[in-house]
């Protein structure tokens, strides 16, 4: 006479061991591919010469951003809902931080303003919020970089918003393979870089 009970149990022990199984062979693969990676920087943003004010202090926190773009992974956009991340590839650091970085080196460049982080000890007038809306290689037709970042300053003395504004570029990819697409975002993000530091020296 049969045990229907114990057979289901057998059975769903067994389906648990597969499942633990290819858990771990999915777990080791990832290991092997992140060891795999190659790493990529953003490119220091050439000095902006803009006009601007020389006595201000300006902070320039990490910006926002939604957890998709808040990793060290490069997102390709394959449609308007789909993402996924570049295989093989990775930012040598948070996008957000690498973003805050290059933007506080590209303010340091123009030699026109005193900027810092967090943490610095800055007795600031101003701060720089920014929020990545995009930072992504578009394959949805021929294969684009878009990097697209809200920015708005923020009067440090009374609290208001002095300015805000949107800046996007968009770059064509030439060539294959990881390298061209990086180098089209690190492309994009130089205008858009270039742009909010002159737009924040004009501004303030």
């Known amino acids: ?5 114990l057979v289901g149990f057998r059975g769903a022990a067994a389906s648990r061991s597969a499942v633990v199984l290819a858990l771990a062979a999915i777990l080791a693969g990832c290991g092997s591919r992140q060891a795999a990676n190659d790493t ?8 902006v010469e ?13 910006p926002t951003a939604l957890k998709t773009l808040g990793s060290d992974q490069i997102v390709v956009r394959l449609s308007r809902s789909e993402l996924q991340y570049l295989a093989r590839a990775q930012w040598g650091d948070s996008l957000p931080r690498m973003v805050q970085d290059r933007l506080v080196q590209t303010f ?3 030699g026109r303003i005193r900027v810092g982080k967090p943490g610095q000890g800055l007795a600031i007038d101003y701060q ?6 995009a930072f992504e290689i578009s394959t949805d037709g021929a294969a684009t970089a ?3 970042i809200f920015a708005k300053i923020l009067d440090d003395r009374n609290g208001t918003v002095r300015k805000q504004q ?8 030439r060539g294959a393979g990881n390298p061209a697409f990086v180098a089209a ?3 994009a993000f130089a205008r858009v870089a270039a742009d909010i530091v002159g737009w924040t020296l004009s501004s303030i």
Do not use: C, H, K
């Open 1 to 5: 006479m049969g045990f229907p009970g």
């Open 40 to 47: 990529f920087s953003l490119a220091s943003v050439p000095a």
């Open 50 to 62: 803009r006009p601007g004010a020389t006595n201000r202090q300006l902070l320039v926190p990490e």
């Open 108 to 110: 340091d460049n123009t």
């Open 128 to 133: 720089l919020i920014t929020e990545l809306r």
């Open 146 to 148: 878009v990097v697209e």
């Open 166 to 173: 949107v800046f996007r570029a968009v770059v064509p990819v």
């Open 185 to 187: 975002l690190d492309a």
